[in-house]
């Protein structure tokens, strides 16, 4: 049988990479073998993530470093949105022309809309990829609705607890759990309801069981194949004794459930003196915790915390040590902690964390709630970060039993899910 290939092109960040990878990998698994998944990434992309395991139809091509780095590109965000949205289109088309394969079909991070003048140039199909919830894809689909409601692009300060309940899909929502969005910022957003009539397809990382109102929503009003592939989260692979990390050896000294693992995102994070409070909360609540911050190194906690510039997550995730994820609630990491069991304290930042915040604290009750005024850049306080960590961390508690009820629940669905990532989904790109 002839060889053909599909080119894939993430947003270059991890919370979109990640994913992405792991969807090849599935893809992959599902291939009747002649089908080659070339991965577009920068040369420093290729560096961070080129030596991790992947399947041999699995392989990267690259572009040059034409995008602000990833070490400091958080100094200027709309800088950086902003060359993803202008820089990538002509060296991604030089990759295309140099490419041996016919392709069959490109699969897109959404994010770079770009790419469909590309694939029409090309006449390809193209699938997009959309690494956030289906419920902030309704959301953000119908930015039209919350325009004419009056509930974005405009001062909202006094009016955080009117409902957002005209949505499809989506349950009624407050103002105050949805990030403020500027005009600005929408620049380098997607126009999804020009994206979607010019799309073969719509990929969603969710699991079906627990979004299946928006997803359902979403499938009629679209009118379009819309695949849900589970949680969507890489295998681990085994680990040897001797590659073990320091925190993995450090997590296994721990009791059962006692550690709390905190990390507040690879994208934007929170300012120091939030990280000072954090630090003395942490402290001064007597919870052991291992923290990926890289600006606090070198502070010493003793034999109570550690702290690490980076960890492989799920693997923390997954150690029976930990008990508690403190996250800012970025997609991928709330289905880690559902597929791991683990229930969360939710620190959302921006974008699409509120939301995720709100389903985790309100919706699936998985999670407890960190950061209550959202929308503000109020600090949270030490003494509160305190007694909010070991109320949260206490195995004894009525309430958190009941909440590692329904976690467990949850975790349960999650797994069972992720065995059967629905049940056409491997024929999608075969048309
Ligand atoms: O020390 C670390 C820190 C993170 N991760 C992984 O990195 C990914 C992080 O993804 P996510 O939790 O989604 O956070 P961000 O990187 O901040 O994700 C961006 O992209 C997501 C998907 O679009 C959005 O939901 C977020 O709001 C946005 O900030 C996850 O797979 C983590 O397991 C690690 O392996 N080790």
Redesign the pocket.
């Known amino acids: 049988m002839a060889m053909n290939q599909v080119v894939v092109m993430p947003y270059p960040?991890?919370?979109?990479l990640?994913?992405l990878m792991s969807l090849c990998d599935l893809l992959s698994s599902r291939s009747d073998g002649t089908t080659i998944f070339t991965v577009v990434v920068t040369e420093e992309w290729l560096g961070l993530i080129g030596s991790d395991p992947k399947p041999d139809n699995v392989r990267f091509a690259t572009i040059p470093n034409v995008i602000p780095s990833e070490h400091g590109r958080g100094s200027d965000m709309i800088g950086f949105l902003t060359a993803v949205q202008t820089k990538i289109e002509a060296p991604f088309e030089e990759v295309l022309d140099q490419l041996k394969l016919p392709v069959k079909l490109i699969i897109a991070d959404a994010f770079l809309s770009w790419i469909l003048d590309v694939a029409d140039r090309r006449n390809i199909p193209v699938a997009a990829y959309w690494?956030?919830s289906a419920s902030m894809f309704t959301m953000w689909y119908h930015v039209d609705l919350l325009e004419q409601h009056r509930h974005i692009f405009v001062d909202l300060s006094e009016r955080e607890e009117e409902w957002i309940d005209y949505i499809p899909g989506l349950p009624p929502t407050k103002v105050a759990d949805m990030s403020p969005v500027t005009r600005e910022q929408l620049h380098v957003s997607p126009n999804l309801i020009a994206m979607m009539k010019r799309v073969q397809s719509l990929l969603l990382p969710t699991i079906y069981e627990l979004e299946h109102e928006a997803v359902d929503a979403l499938r009629s009003e679209l009118n379009k194949p819309i695949y849900t592939f589970g949680p969507n989260i890489r295998q681990l692979q085994p680990q040897s004794h001797e590659s073990k990390s320091k925190y993995m050896t450090w997590l296994d000294s721990k009791p059962p459930n006692s550690v709390l693992y905190i990390?507040l995102?690879?994208?934007?994070s929170v300012s120091t003196s939030q990280m000072d409070e954090i630090a003395a909360g942490l402290k001064q609540s007597g919870v052991k915790f291992l923290w990926?911050a890289k600006g606090r190194l070198n502070e010493s906690f003793g034999d109570e915390g550690l702290v690490?510039e980076?960890?492989?997550?799920?693997r923390v995730l997954l150690h029976s040590s930990v008990g508690g994820f403190w996250?800012?609630?970025?997609?991928?990491?709330?289905k880690?902690s559902v597929y791991s069991g683990v229930p969360m304290l939710t620190f959302p930042i921006?974008?699409?964390?509120p939301l995720?915040s709100k389903v985790v604290v309100d919706d699936w009750r998985n999670g407890w709630k960190m950061k209550k005024e959202l929308r503000r850049n109020n600090l949270v306080k030490r003494g509160e970060i305190a007694e909010i960590v070991s109320r949260f961390m206490d195995n004894e508690s009525v309430e958190r039993r009941e909440m590692v009820e329904r976690v467990k629940n949850l975790r349960d669905v999650c797994r069972v899910t992720s065995t059967y990532p629905q049940r056409d989904f491997s024929n999608f790109y075969s048309s």
């Open positions: 960040a991890r919370g979109h990640n994913p690494a956030m990390c995102g690879s994208f934007l990926v690490v980076w960890c492989d997550q799920i996250s800012h609630c970025g997609w991928n990491s709330v880690e921006f974008a699409d964390q995720n």
